[in-house]
């Protein structure tokens, strides 16, 4: 069975910080992996994905994220928070099938501060 | 770009009411998904559709039903609502893998989401 964890339900960083996310997950077979973005009252919108093409992934809002097999991670970064950029992040995982379900993590709210 | 439409973004209902939330995609998407949102539990998955009167149970579907009599709609049922099923509903679509496949298109759309008081 597929799982995913992400580390800190909450992250708190200074406008114009480095923002870090983390993600690991497990899957039997070679994943494929998501990151959502949820603002508020709202649903979710997709940020970025890794489909087994190239393992540094580039997304909307300036995000990116790196596929390391080797560390079953898939942690999301920018170099430099916007206050617009608070919101909740949600990591999921695929393993493919007749209707491609999706494990989510907890997700993590990052805020955002002058 | 894919729609995905919830028909209410708040409901609020009393126990022991049956509930209907619809959904409705316009993107011709073979799956569909019916997901609640709680706090600090993320998305669990209730049920999903790869077909047109299929339906399969997902992590969590006791106390929940669906229906699905066409491809664009997918509905998610609650036959006695009680106070524990005060959440956020999310409905999802998606192609089915073979077309991900061509397209490079593997992720799921949402909708806005209803978020459902029961009193």
């Known amino acids: 069975a597929q799982s995913v964890t992400q580390l800190g339900s909450h992250v708190s960083v200074s406008e114009g910080a480095l923002v870090l996310l983390r993600c690991n997950y497990s899957s039997s077979v070679p994943p494929y992996l998501f990151w959502y973005v949820q603002y508020p009252n709202q649903g979710l919108q997709l940020l970025l994905k890794?489909?087994?093409?190239?393992?540094l992934v580039k997304g909307i809002n300036g995000f990116e994220a790196e596929f390391k097999k080797s560390e079953t991670s898939f942690h999301l970064t920018k170099p430099s928070a916007h206050m617009s950029d608070a919101a909740e992040y949600f990591c999921a995982v695929s393993e493919g099938g007749t209707a491609s379900k999706l494990t989510f993590g907890t997700g993590t709210r990052l805020q955002v501060t002058l | 770009d894919v729609k995905v439409t919830q028909s209410s973004r708040y409901l609020v209902k009393r126990t022991g009411e049956k509930v209907f939330l619809e959904c409705v995609q316009d993107?011709?998407?073979?799956?569909m998904f019916w997901y609640r949102q709680d706090p600090g539990l993320g998305l669990r998955l209730i049920y999903f559709s790869y077909d047109v009167k299929m339906k399969e149970k997902g992590d969590i579907p006791e106390g929940y039903s669906v229906s699905r009599e066409k491809k664009e709609r997918f509905s998610l049922i609650l036959e006695s609502a009680s106070t524990n099923q005060t959440s956020m509903y999310l409905c999802?679509?998606?192609?089915?893998?073979?077309?991900?496949?061509?397209?490079?298109?593997?992720?799921?759309?949402f909708g806005p989401g209803t978020r459902l008081t029961v009193l």
């Open positions: 890794y489909t087994s093409a190239a393992t």
């Open positions: 993107m011709d998407h073979e799956n």
């Open positions: 999802a679509s998606s192609l089915r893998p073979g077309l991900a496949g061509l397209t490079g298109r593997y992720e799921q759309f």
